[in-house]
């Protein structure tokens, strides 16, 4: 059992439709068949979409991705058409809407990982690879590694766990020319949000793509792109291979929520509990020194 704890009631906009609502964002259809995608203050952790919203979260992972997707455009076409929400639609959107094409959708999650962290740790030290790639024997927890690898997934409904795969997977599921595509595009895009990131004191672990078809067969990329949401960096300042590293994601949360503090025992398939005041602030800070370190600049919240 997971999901959301308290699933949300979708906005009602006239003139479009409401498709889905996922973990941190809601999807609507325009009437000339166009998406739109409206990134909420929802933050999700262990499968469970928290009760508790860290705010602006949703202005700053939508401003946080427009930046990036300028700094990708020569090596990747992707899916957003405008950021002004459409007519009709509440005053609220305003700095967290894509209005984006409509594309194909490719159903995996396309990992890239260049430090050995995470599930692709618990994995390594399992099996000395990771999605069928051998790594070297003595990698620790936070280990650069040699050469950025490609560890895709199977993309997952809201409450189930996306699975580790390996390249011949993919390849059997969807053709070899799509995935050889696939791990060229996205180790492409990670080296270079690798050496931005770097360039500004922060290690890109790792991080996820989702890619689309455009009606002309090109592969475009989609949703988010190098946001604390879908990325784990780190502050170069203090990396220390062997133990986890302090980041600039919602680290902050799972650490709270396994803690003894928050009573929730997650083996239970229990709901999570309401977060409390310190870590909401704690997060919202991250993701806000996250964005002025990578871009230079404020967020302008207000």
Same mark, same amino acid.
């Given at each position: 059992m997971s999901g959301f704890v308290e699933k949300p009631v979708p906005v009602e906009v006239p003139g479009l439709t409401h498709l889905h609502t996922g973990k941190v964002r809601d999807l609507y259809a325009t009437a000339d068949g166009r998406l739109v995608m409206v990134a909420s203050d929802r933050v999700s952790a262990f499968d469970w979409v928290l009760p508790t919203e860290i705010p602006d979260k949703g202005r700053l992972l939508t401003r946080l991705s427009l930046w990036w997707f300028e700094r990708l455009a020569d090596l990747t076409d992707n899916h957003v058409?405008?950021? %002004?929400?459409?007519? =009709?639609?509440?005053?609220?959107?305003a700095g967290r809407t894509l209005v984006c094409r409509r594309l194909d959708m490719v159903p995996v999650e396309c990992v890239a990982r260049g430090y050995l962290t995470g599930s692709g740790l618990a994995e390594y030290r399992a099996t000395g690879e990771v999605c069928g790639v051998p790594l070297p024997g003595g990698l620790v927890d936070g280990s650069r590694l040699e050469q950025p690898i490609f560890t895709?997934? %199977?993309?997952?409904?809201? =409450?189930?766990?996306?699975?580790?795969?390996?390249y011949a997977t993919v390849a059997a599921r969807h053709g070899e020319a799509?995935? !050889?595509?696939?791990?060229? @595009? %996205?180790?492409?895009?990670?080296? @270079? =949000?690798?050496?931005? !990131?770097?360039?500004? =004191?922060?290690?890109?672990?790792? %991080?996820?793509f989702e890619f689309g078809r455009d009606p002309g067969g090109r592969l475009v990329l989609a949703d988010e792109v190098f946001t604390p949401d879908s990325s784990r960096f780190w502050p170069a300042e203090s990396w220390e291979p062997g133990h986890a590293q302090p980041s600039f994601d919602k680290q902050y949360i799972r650490d709270w929520l396994t803690s003894p503090a928050s009573g929730w025992d997650r083996a239970a398939e229990v709901p999570p509990p309401p977060l409390p005041d310190e870590v909401v602030a704690r997060t919202r800070d991250k993701y806000v020194e996250a964005f002025e370190r990578l871009t230079g600049g404020s967020p302008d919240l207000g």
């Amino acid at each position: 059992m997971s999901g959301f704890v308290e699933k949300p009631v979708p906005v009602e906009v006239p003139g479009l439709t409401h498709l889905h609502t996922g973990k941190v964002r809601d999807l609507y259809a325009t009437a000339d068949g166009r998406l739109v995608m409206v990134a909420s203050d929802r933050v999700s952790a262990f499968d469970w979409v928290l009760p508790t919203e860290i705010p602006d979260k949703g202005r700053l992972l939508t401003r946080l991705s427009l930046w990036w997707f300028e700094r990708l455009a020569d090596l990747t076409d992707n899916h957003v058409v405008s950021d %002004t929400p459409p007519p =009709g639609a509440p005053a609220d959107w305003a700095g967290r809407t894509l209005v984006c094409r409509r594309l194909d959708m490719v159903p995996v999650e396309c990992v890239a990982r260049g430090y050995l962290t995470g599930s692709g740790l618990a994995e390594y030290r399992a099996t000395g690879e990771v999605c069928g790639v051998p790594l070297p024997g003595g990698l620790v927890d936070g280990s650069r590694l040699e050469q950025p690898i490609f560890t895709p997934a %199977t993309k997952a409904e809201v =409450g189930e766990h996306d699975e580790n795969v390996s390249y011949a997977t993919v390849a059997a599921r969807h053709g070899e020319a799509l995935a !050889a595509e696939l791990r060229e @595009r %996205t180790l492409a895009v990670y080296e @270079r =949000g690798r050496a931005v !990131a770097e360039e500004r =004191g922060i290690l890109l672990a790792d %991080t996820k793509f989702e890619f689309g078809r455009d009606p002309g067969g090109r592969l475009v990329l989609a949703d988010e792109v190098f946001t604390p949401d879908s990325s784990r960096f780190w502050p170069a300042e203090s990396w220390e291979p062997g133990h986890a590293q302090p980041s600039f994601d919602k680290q902050y949360i799972r650490d709270w929520l396994t803690s003894p503090a928050s009573g929730w025992d997650r083996a239970a398939e229990v709901p999570p509990p309401p977060l409390p005041d310190e870590v909401v602030a704690r997060t919202r800070d991250k993701y806000v020194e996250a964005f002025e370190r990578l871009t230079g600049g404020s967020p302008d919240l207000g």
